[in-house]
């Protein structure tokens, strides 16, 4: 009986928490929302085993921990090589159709992105449950964050639909809206507490914290960009269709990412988005461009620390007047 009921009380409260992230109608009030919550808190705490890594009851944290673990990532979070004007973009897609002359590709298409100002995370799903969270570090290891991740609300703790690969590595920027920077600071300095410097160090400060329990009370938000490893299944052959799979699970994926067509697509993109940034309520410090047919970036092919299928396309460094005294 208990087992059943903390099943029904989990997939009430994770659909309407995945209708609610999508605007729709969620079909619970939010005293609703809160009793069949602490309805399930109770029961797993009277039976621990009852509890599954998709419960939201992980949303609202764990007890301190002693420290963070490090984990390896099955594929490297490589950094990005930058441009910083359109010249600079004509460049990188010469570079790349000339490492593509070779199958008779003469123009290409890109999907671009804004390039988020956050904290780079790496989600790993197995079998549509969220087993673990981390910062992408160095590129090869990061810090295992899973406790304080499963806190931030947009994160899916299980994978909607069907149909994803056994083993799936979702990335993407952890990040803090603008307007919640702003309401969180205001909340800091009534209480006489610390305040954050801008919204991407609230987010990376946030994140690592050792008690969970708090990162959940921090107004975080998430944004999927890639797919990392993946094993038992496949994925869409184009990086843009692959981001809208990652949206029907459940990911939140950015609405200003598009797919553009040679310099002249991503310059117009890059026009856009920079008319459009005051608007937005979060920060962003450029665009990305990726090559769209993921045979093609296996192609085009990376060095070191960087892949040559890709450029972010960075914003000039805003400059400000100020008086000394």
Known sequence: MSERRARELRECLNAASLAYYRAEPTGLTDGEWDALLQELMVLEAEHPELQTPDSPTLRVGAPPADGFDTVDHKQAMLSLANAFNAQDVVEFDRRVRERLASQGIDTVSYAAEPKLDGLAVSLL???????????????????????????VKRIPLAL??????????VRGELIMPRSAFDHFNAEQLAKGGKVFVNPRNAAAGSVRLLDSRITAQRPLDFFAYSVGHIDGGAMPGLHS????????????????????????????????????????????DGVVFKVDRLDWQARVGQVARAPRWAVARKFPAEEMTTELL
């Open 125 to 151: 799903y197995e079998h549509g449950q969220l087993v673990r969270g981390a910062t992408r570090g160095d590129g090869r290891q990061g810090e295992d964050i899973t406790a304080n991740l499963r806190t």
């Open 160 to 169: 909607a639909g069907a149909g994803f690969p056994d083993t799936l590595e």
């Open 241 to 284: 269709e692959a981001l809208a799979l990652l949206g029907e699970w459940g990911l939140p994926i950015n609405p200003l990412c598009d797919k553009v067509t040679a310099a002249a697509g991503c310059d117009a993109y890059y026009a856009r988005v920079v008319a459009e940034r005051a608007a937005l309520d979060y920060d962003i």
